[in-house]
């Protein structure tokens, strides 16, 4: 079983930047994907970016050269740094884990089997 707990999230002005913190527990495949998704209440869930255990990332096209993906292992914990955030980054944002390679899954949210209870990023203009 996998624990996933997100923190960071808060009320930004538009270009200002944020750093949300997915802290793990409990057993991690040898090869797993952690990705980063958000959600506005009415719309689907929405992949942001991923980062591989063996260290490739990807990115949603909307959030390219703003957000970055990281990780502490030493920690178990993975980073979304967020910055130039805009009015429409605003959402609830999760990070996921599934077993596997990052590539296999893309950023389609049904291949990630744990989620954590989400954060809230607002971003006002």
């Known amino acids: 079983q996998v624990q996933l707990v997100e923190s960071g999230g808060g009320s930004v002005q538009a270009g200002g930047s944020l750093r949300l913190s997915c802290a793990a527990s409990?057993?991690?495949?040898?090869?797993?994907?952690m990705g980063w998704f958000r959600q506005v209440p009415g719309r689907e869930r929405e992949g942001v970016a991923t980062?591989?255990?063996?260290?490739?990332?990807s990115y949603a096209d909307s959030v390219k050269g703003r957000f970055t993906v990281s990780r502490d292992n030493a920690k178990n914990t993975r980073y979304l740094q967020m910055t130039s955030l805009k009015p429409e980054d605003t959402a609830m944002y999760y990070c996921?884990?599934?077993?596997?390679?990052?590539?296999?899954?893309?950023?389609?949210?049904?291949?990630?089997?744990?989620w954590g209870q989400g954060t809230q990023v607002t971003v006002s203009s």
């Open positions: 409990g057993y991690l495949y040898k090869r797993y994907c």
């Open positions: 996921a884990t599934g077993v596997g390679d990052c590539y296999s899954k893309g950023l389609a949210s049904g291949l990630f089997g744990y």
């Open positions: 980062i591989d255990s063996a260290g490739p990332t």
